[in-house]
């Protein structure tokens, strides 16, 4: 897993030095464009209920999947922000959700599918990648 430290909302941060003390996370990407995303937040909101007291829990808002009129493609992190903002809202999601910079260098480090997954060590080892 490369380095990285993201903004969350609400003043936090998301650093792979903290999985040390955080434990295992579950790290997914995703943005309000992109379907994939939309369809799986019932479930990814049913698995923090059933785990959350065990595995952190983070949604990386990453570049719009299809930006347009309504939604268009950020250009700075205030931007971003604001869309994972409406993406959280939108959805409901009572954990945390991270930002990844304008030019998306966590994603595009990782996949370069806006919807995967990752399931992190304590160590920062990637053991489950979808």
């Keep these: 897993m490369p380095e990285f ?3 969350t909302l609400g003043g ?3 650093r792979y030095g903290d999985l040390a003390t955080t434990g295992p996370a579950l790290l997914v990407f995703g943005s309000a464009t992109c379907p994939v995303t939309d369809n799986a937040a019932a479930g990814l909101n049913e698995l923090y209920r059933r785990f959350g007291d065990s595995v952190r829990f983070v949604k990386v808002n990453v570049r719009e999947a ?3 009129e309504a939604w268009p493609q950020p250009r700075t992190l205030a ?4 869309h994972a903002r409406r993406l959280r809202d939108h959805h409901g999601f009572a954990f945390e959700v991270a930002v ?3 030019d ?3 994603h595009r480090a990782l996949s370069p599918t806006s919807n995967s997954a990752y399931i992190l060590g304590a160590d920062g080892t990637i053991l489950f990648r979808a």
């Design 5 to 7: 430290d993201l903004p």
């Design 104 to 106: 998306g260098t966590l």
């Design 12 to 14: 936090g941060r998301f």
């Design 79 to 82: 931007a971003k922000v604001v």
């Design 66 to 68: 299809h930006p347009g």
């Design 100 to 102: 990844d910079d304008a």
